[in-house]
């Protein structure tokens, strides 16, 4: 499994340790921690029947996020937005804004059948292969009409 790793974040928690072990208060902690772009936590499996996709997308409206299938193409792109512009901020490890995600899909997928599903601030996608990327058994027939004496080619 790949992990997207930032070396800035291992700072970050770090700086966070060190407050907590002098016991700094909010007054004296960055305000934003973890400045950078928002990448949503995702999830893919694979079945017999196709993929399962889950992207973690607290905080997100479902009308604020677009799923699109073109091709072989799946793309997720949404915004989170600050909805406490007005108060005063002492600490956010929340990340805004927008964001965008998009998977090559490995084989066919029938897209008239893929169903999305929003609920609990988690996306889930159902994407079903197409009949023709589907694995299927093969029976292996014999050959009529031709017998063979094994006793006269020995």
Known sequence: MLTRWSPLDDFSDLHLEVDRLFGRNWGKVAARVN?????????????EDGWQLRIALPGVNKND???????????????????????????????????ERAFTLPAKV??????ARFENGMLELTLP???????RRIEIGAVAGKDIDVEKIA
Do not use: C, Q
């Open 110 to 115: 029938e897209g008239d059948k893929v169903n």
């Open 129 to 135: 292969l197409a009949a023709s990327a589907r694995s």
């Open 35 to 47: 400045e950078g772009a928002w990448v949503p936590a995702t999830e893919v499996t694979s079945g």
């Open 65 to 99: 996020v677009n799923v699109d299938l073109h091709g072989d193409t799946l793309t997720i792109k949404g915004e989170r937005t600050d909805t406490k512009r007005n108060d005063e901020l002492h600490v956010s490890e929340i990340r805004y804004g927008r964001f």
